[in-house]
């Protein structure tokens, strides 16, 4: 997980899109909240 920086972030994002993969967005503070992750 990473965070949003603009060069990064579209690469990650059209890449994942593009080879067919799911993207799944976090809000800011949920990769600290275990339960949010697992849902």
């Known amino acids: 997980m ?3 920086s603009f060069d ?4 990650e ?3 994942t899109l593009m080879n067919g993969a ?3 967005m976090l809000h800011p503070r949920g ?3 275990f339960e949010y ?3």
């Open 2 to 4: 990473t965070r949003c």
């Open 8 to 11: 990064i972030h579209v690469q």
């Open 13 to 15: 994002i059209l890449g």
């Open 22 to 24: 799911t993207l799944v």
């Open 31 to 33: 990769t600290l909240d």
């Open 37 to 39: 992750l697992a849902d």
